[in-house]
Every structure is written in structure tokens, then in C-alpha cells.
């Protein structure tokens, strides 16, 4: 049975992928993560995390995959006890010199995909050396990915969704070029996801050769008002295999990994939610493509979806958020009342009857409703307006002070 794991970059994100139907979370551990400008946890934060996470049946995984000089190695040793003792799993881990200390701790050493694993003959290696999992590279199509886990000695794991990076599997330089602000230590400042221009210098030839397999010039590059031209070039969609589940799960690879510790509570309840009922449909023998699935994937931050290089390599470069809902904050939850099922809200903004709204907190996780009873003062009304309190009848529990969003349609 395939593992899923969902990312936590907060604690709304870890009910949110919970509730979801995780099989194992993964979080980012303040200062050695890929993900710093992410709400990380503390030392302190992973034993109330891992009580969540056990509470569920599920495992937690701690992200230590930042490039360690010797004083971020002694810093780790020195945590890595606590983080036994709080009860974590296990620690991906990028750095080869952290191995015999994890396991020494009793902890479950997974090696990040930064490693860039592709062969068997490193699969070997990390086997001797009592690894207990690879993430395997981006760069594999899904013939080499299957071949590689039906004769590994250890687990194997591999992305299903998510932001893909410019540099694939990690290992790039371009924000510490730029900014001094370094990728490999979790400090990306992402200029490949800006809008760059390019200029011909030594021609008067201002012609386009567009030299992919794709078909629509305009997926490159296009013209500004200036005649200067300008592309998104260096920015991968996100990956989405939703549609390829079948494939997937015939590769028998151990974990399927969704991307998004610095993404919204909302996109981790989305994408895990999605993905455990494909999984289960497929697991049941029952299975049939839902294209509701990617309905659902649309609705949640996203740069456009591709499918990496598991069937064949992209060429295709992302634009802003293609999410077609905007998010708009306009309330929070006053009280919850169990017996009749009903919230009270305080708004800023208009609600009305049929709007979808979305309820998000630290235990509550990410809830998606539709507005189908309104009352104020116990008489039921079509309208709320800015400032006032309203009751909204709803199932989900709620909590007191849960952010309350509108979801409003694109144009």
C-alpha cells in the first residue's frame, strides 16, 4: 500500500492535510530547511506535532535538507535527540554526514531528492549505510523510476505534485548570484518565477526562432509594447500526475510525495484530498478518472500543471497563479454551537446566500463550505452585510477566531 505524504508549513496545514486522509506529514525544521521563509517549527513545536500526527495513525518526517557546513552538522547532532524524543519518525536529510547520526538516534534516515538518486548502484550504497528511504531524482521518466523500485534494497519515494524547480532536483545558484540569498540553504528568493526579457545584441534580426517541439511560439516568448521581448523561460509549471495515477502506482514506489510546505492551508487540503481518493479508488480495484479531480487541483494556487519528465520533458513554462478562485478574507469564526450545528460570524465584507467560503485554522485545518442558511437574530435573511454578525449553518466543527475567506471566481 502506497504511502501518501503531505507537506505542513503551519499548524491550519497539518489538520488541513490530516483530515485530508495523510498517511505521513512532513515539516520543515527552523534554520536547516529548504523552505526559511516558510512559518517553520521549532524544537519546541514538533512534540505538539507529532501528538497531532499520532492521533491520526500517521508518521512525521522532519526536513533537515539544507547544505551543512560543520557547525550546521554539530548544531543537528546536538537536536537530533530531542527530535527523537518528541516524537518524530524520521529526517530527510540531504547531507551524507548526518546518516550514522540519525540512525544512531533511532530515527528513519530519508535521503532528499537534492541527492539526486538514479541508479541502483547508489541505492546499494545508501542501503549499506542504513538509509531507510531515497527520494528519487526529478530527472527520471517513469520506466527508469519503476525499473529502480521493483530492485531497490531500501524505499523509494517520488513527487506526484507541485512546484517544480529550474534546476530540477535542487542544487541551484541562480538567487545567490543575484541576491546573496542561497537555494541549497533554503533562502530562495525564486527570480526564474520573474518575467525576463531578452535582448539581441550584434542583429538587427528580431525574429523568434522557436526551436521546441511546441507547436505555439507564444508559450516561449512574446513581444512587449516596447519590441523588446519577454518570457518565463526559467519557471516550470507545477507537476500534477493526477491523470496518471494507473501509471503511477504500477512503478511500486514505496511514498507519494505532494510539494508545498510555503503553500496556502487550503492548496495542502486540496491536493491531499484529491489525491488520497485517487489512490483509494485505484487500491479498491474500482478505478475510473474523476476529471473532477482536476477541477478541484484548479481551484487552489497553481502555475499551470505539467507532468515533469515521467513521460516525457517539459517545455512548457508557467505564468502567475492560474487558480480560478480568489481568496478574499472577509470574516472569522465568533462561536460554535455543537448541538444545532451553527457558527456565528463576524464580517467586513457582504455574504450572501450560494457563496463559497473557506474556514481555515490551526485545528479546524482547511474547510470548503457553501452559504445554504443564513440567520440574524434568529430570522433567516438572504444577505449579510459589512460589520454584522450572522449564523451560518454548517456541520464541520469550528473554532473561535478560524479566518473566514470568500471565494470569488476569476473573470
Known sequence: MVELLAPAGNFTSLSAALKNGADSIYIGLEGVNMRVNANNFTIKDIKKVAEIVKEYNSKLYVCTNTIMKDKDINLMKKQLPSIKEAGA???ILSDLGLIHSVIENDLE?????QENTTNLETLKILNELGVKRAILSRELNLKEISKLAHKSPIETEIFIHGAMCMAISGRCFLSYGLYNRSANCGDCLQPCRKEWKLNYEGSNNLNVENTTECEDES???TQAYDNSYHTNFFSPKDMALIEHIPEIMKTGVDSFKIEGRARSPDYVATATKVYREAINSYETGNYEYNPLWMEELNKVFNRG????FY???PYTQSQNNQSKYIKKDIGKVVNYYNKI?????KIWDDLHLGDEIMIQGPTTGSITHKISSMQINKKPIQTAYKGQNVAILISEKLRESDYVYKLIKRE
Not at 305 to 308: C, E, I, L, P
Not at 341 to 345: F, K
Request: glycine share 8%.
Open 109 to 113: 534516515a530519508h535521503l532528499s531528492v
Open 89 to 91: 519518525d524520521g529526517i
Open 311 to 313: 513521460f516525457k520533458i
Open 341 to 345: 450545528h451553527v457558527a456565528e460570524l
Open 305 to 308: 500543471f505539467d507532468t515533469g
Open 219 to 221: 508559450f516561449i516568448i
